[in-house]
Nanobody
Framework: QVQLVESGGGLVQAGGSLRLSCRAS??????????TAWFRQAQGKEREFVAS?????NYAESVKGRFTISRDNAQNTVYLQMSSLKPEDTAVYYC????????????????WGQGTQVTVSS
């Protein structure tokens, strides 16, 4: 079983930055097959894909150029550096993991963190 724990959320003004962390523990897949993604869910909306990484990063169009996903294999941690934040980025951000797949479909991810709230004020 794999556990994911997110941290780093908070309140920030528009134009500001935050860095989210997702630390994995438990029976992890091999590094070569491990895929991790960030999703977000705003109040009253469906969960949406933000970014993912296995070897190369993938981004939703809405965050390209503003967000950067990276991973530290030694620490079993994936980061999401968020810059130029906008009020529409306000959501609960979830970390999700699986093997191989790095796409946008949340149903394809096997394990999830509890989420961390990001609020961007205007």
């Amino acid at each position: 079983q794999v556990q994911l724990v997110e941290s780093g959320g908070g309140l920030v003004q528009a134009g500001g930055s935050l860095r989210l962390s997702c630390r994995a523990s438990g029976r992890l897949p091999s590094v070569s097959g491990r895929s991790t993604a960030w999703f977000r869910q705003a109040q009253g909306k469906e969960r949406e894909f933000v970014a993912s990484i296995r070897w190369n990063p993938n981004y939703a169009e809405s965050v390209k150029g503003r967000f950067t996903i990276s991973r530290d294999n030694a620490q079993n941690t994936v980061y999401l550096q968020m810059s130029s934040l906008k009020p529409e980025d306000t959501a609960v951000y979830y970390c999700a993991g699986t093997t191989i797949y790095t796409g946008w479909d949340p149903a394809k991810y096997d394990y999830w963190g509890q989420g961390t709230q990001v609020t961007v004020s205007s």
